[in-house]
């Protein structure tokens, strides 16, 4: 009967774990649970990414049908030469590969935003003799640069009318300075 206990005793002692053996048992394990969290998290943020990538591209391939399905019923109804123009333009739209097509959205935001900081930016410059904020057509981020041309041009016109009214404004002291000697 010895025998088992002496099994027993030396099983109870490879149970028994200090507490600083539980703590490190412990810490290990949290740290394996970690890195498989981060791991897993790596993973859904990877398949998150996919996932809308995936929408993004049914999307696009959901328009261009549309698209397609509308040029094909207005076809018809144009001139020879549009047609022909109307057909050169999908046949070049098809051979548009998709990192050309990121380039060109990317253009295009760039873009827009600098319209959008231009129309921010105008109004706070300061304001030429004889023009004021009302005399300016409105900037919106849709009319963009050509309000801002018309603005250029508007001011040029200003521009002119001032200092050809500073012109006559000069010639007719010149000719009252005239009359006075």
Do not use: W
Not at 3 to 12: G, I
Not at 69 to 83: F, K, M, R, T
């Amino acid at each position: 009967m010895m025998f088992p206990q002496s099994r027993h005793s030396a099983s109870s002692q490879q149970l028994k774990f200090t507490t600083s053996d539980s703590c490190d048992r412990i810490k290990d394990e949290f740290q394996f649970l970690q890195a498989q969290y981060h791991s897993l998290k790596l993973e859904c943020d990877k398949l998150a990414s996919e996932k809308s990538e995936m929408q993004r591209h049914y999307i696009m391939a959901e328009i261009v049908k549309r698209l397609n399905g509308i040029c094909a019923q207005v076809l018809p109804y144009l001139s020879q030469e549009h047609q022909q123009q109307v057909l050169g333009a999908i046949e070049r739209a098809k051979q548009v590969t998709p990192p050309e097509m990121n380039s060109i959205i990317r253009q295009q935001l760039q873009a827009h935003q600098l319209s959008q900081l231009q129309g921010l930016a105008l109004p706070m410059t300061p304001m030429p003799l004889g023009l004021s904020q009302s005399t300016l057509p409105a900037v919106t981020s849709s009319s963009g640069l050509f309000s801002l041309s018309s603005i250029l041009a508007s001011q040029a016109q200003l521009a002119k009318e001032e200092k050809a009214s500073r012109e006559g404004a000069d010639s007719h002291r010149e000719e009252d300075g005239d009359k006075s000697d």
